[in-house]
């Protein structure tokens, strides 16, 4: 299983970005979706979490600017980013539960991280 986190940049501060993540591989059935990030020095931390039934989590940090969806029939998870501050300023990984086959245990398997700075 392997997933592409794509989408990351440079951007101003109040403005947005949209990543996205798509898993591939052998794939049954994905769980829980969601979003970290890690900034320089510090420890990562979740940003937005999506389960199968659609149900979003995010921390307070973020609510109410970042909005995470995903696209089963793509296996894809996005996340829109809005109103970005320079603390928004991070490495951001994807993430994802997948159950490879029938009967499999679902596994975390991570994206390769993409890079999103807020500056001017």
């Known amino acids: 299983v392997q997933l592409q986190a794509s989408g990351g940049g440079l951007v101003q501060p109040g403005g947005s970005l949209r990543l996205s993540c798509a898993a591939s591989?052998?794939?049954?059935?994905?769980?829980?979706m969601g979003w970290y990030r890690q900034a320089p020095g510090k420890q990562r931390e979740l940003v937005a979490k999506?389960?199968?039934?659609?149900?979003?989590t995010y921390p307070g940090s973020v609510k109410g600017r970042f909005f995470i969806s995903r696209d089963n029939a793509k296996k894809t998870v996005y996340l829109q980013m809005n109103s970005l501050k320079p603390e928004d300023t991070a490495v951001y990984y994807c993430?994802?539960?997948?159950?490879?086959?029938?009967?499999?245990?679902?596994?975390?398997?991570w994206g390769q991280g993409t890079q999103v700075t807020v500056s001017s």
């Open positions: 993430n994802a539960y997948v159950a490879s086959y029938v009967g499999d245990s679902y596994g975390s398997y």
């Open positions: 999506i389960v199968n039934g659609g149900s979003t």
């Open positions: 591989g052998r794939i049954f059935s994905i769980n829980n």
